[in-house]
């Protein structure tokens, strides 16, 4: 079992250009969840896919974030026109049942410059 | 307010001594988590406790719903032991969870 992937580890992107965040969960999850911790806000509710469905994205900035889980082996974050507020850790994490023990990825390191 | 307070913000300590990290919530609780992550690291599970005590080597979780907390207690501490740790709570909407700000923990040899 290769635990929840996500790539990259780390993307640098320049002010406007579009950030897309990839996860693998473990095979056999039905639910998969997407955090953003910062130093200053902690971790942070993103959005949350039950058997590939979107379930909750209240934790999504609404204009240029999007979350999509086009098959139960992989989900995606993208952030159209990056800011630098939008530097961060973007965790994945997945879970047999919603809210048992959560596994995480490594994180994506994002870095807007 | 916020849902999930730990405390205390961040504790050192010398190698062997214990620590009792403490967890308060203002919400229906349907699931608690302990986490622990190394700085730059992933978050690694601890435990899943929503009620009772656990168990795991020098780690002990102990969540008491009635009174809103929950505390994971720390034995003979090593430098190992260093890194954050994080309670997160599943409320009403129990897939939903709500991390705290962890509690920084440095282990002097």
């Known amino acids: 079992n290769a635990g929840v992937i996500q790539t990259p580890r780390h993307k640098v992107t320049g002010k406007g250009q579009e950030a897309t965040l990839w996860c693998e969960p473990i095979?056999?999850?039905?639910?998969v969840f997407w955090y953003r911790q910062t130093i200053v806000q902690g971790l942070e509710f993103l959005t949350y896919f039950r058997n590939q469905a979107p379930i909750d994205d209240s934790g999504m900035p609404k204009e240029r974030f999007s979350a999509q889980m086009p098959n139960q082996s992989h989900s995606t974050l993208k952030i159209q026109s990056t800011q630098p507020q939008d530097s961060a850790v973007y965790l994945c994490a997945s879970s047999f049942i919603s809210a048992e023990t959560l596994y995480f990825g490594s994180g994506t390191r994002l870095t807007v410059l | 307010g916020q849902q999930v307070q730990q405390s205390p913000a961040s504790l050192v300590l010398q190698e062997g001594e214990n620590a009792e990290l403490q967890c308060n919530f203002s919400t229906s609780l349907n699931s608690m988590q302990w986490f622990y992550q190394r700085p730059g690291g992933s978050l690694v599970s601890l435990f899943y406790n929503p009620s009772g005590t656990k168990h795991s080597g020098r780690l002990t979780s102990t969540t008491v719903i009635k009174e809103r907390r929950s505390s994971l207690h720390i034995s003979s501490s090593q430098t190992t032991d260093s890194g954050t740790y994080l309670c997160?709570?599943?409320?009403?909407?129990?897939?939903?969870?709500?991390f705290g700000k962890g509690t920084h923990l440095h282990v002097l040899p």
């Open positions: 997160a709570l599943g409320g009403t909407n129990a897939y939903k969870v709500i």
């Open positions: 095979s056999g999850h039905s639910a």
